[in-house]
């Protein structure tokens, strides 16, 4: 009889004790698996990114506006007239000899002021120096003049493109034709009709006329 109470006894405490150990067990952390760990760095990483790109985005839409004085502004307006007085008959702004586009011939032209410095797909490309202007010219298949670019000074530009914007084209030249978005460059072009020809304004990304196009239309 006492023997086997004790075999009891060493029964129950047997018991408890694999008890204790299993609810031990179950307590432990589980640790996390390594797929775990990597997304929530992932997530970390991405929202850490966001901001900057954020600040990125912010930077580049906040492009301001050439600071312009009121005597150079004035010289960009007269700057601005005289290309759409210019435009009405046809003539390249103070390219040379007062070319006319859809007369001009590529011989006329080299006669007066020499062949191009650079040649850039259809168009002769004249670059400008020592306060000149730069010019884009194109010539049909006859070798007539068929669009003319000018992209204004690089020198005191705020005295002529760099000294126009959308807002001064409104006010002395009135509402475009047409305006048209230009998704490469992030540029705006601001169509207009002078007589038999059509005049684009293209608008750099800081709201300033980056060049001026002259084509014949008729």
Known sequence: MVKKLFWLGSAATLALSLAACSEAS?????????????????VEETAAAEPEQEKAEE??????EPVVDDE??????DTLKEIVKNAE???????SDGFQVGKATRDEVYAAIGEPEEQMDEFDFYHGSMGNASYQIAYDKNDV????????????????LGGITKKDLLE??????EERKIP????????????DYELQFVLAKDGT?????LLKTK
């Open 26 to 42: 179950s307590n432990e952390d589980v640790p996390k698996s390594h797929t775990e760990e990597h997304s929530t760095e992932t």
């Open 59 to 64: 930077s580049e839409s906040e492009v301001e």
């Open 72 to 77: 150079q502004k004035g010289m960009a307006i």
């Open 89 to 95: 008959t046809g003539i390249v702004y103070r390219f």
């Open 145 to 160: 003049m068929e669009e003319a670019r000018y992209f204004g000074t690089n020198v005191e530009r705020q005295t002529n």
């Open 172 to 177: 002395h030249v009135g509402e475009p034709a």
């Open 184 to 195: 490469a460059t992030g540029e705006t072009n601001l169509v207009y009709h002078a007589g």
């Open 209 to 213: 006329a980056d060049h001026v196009n």
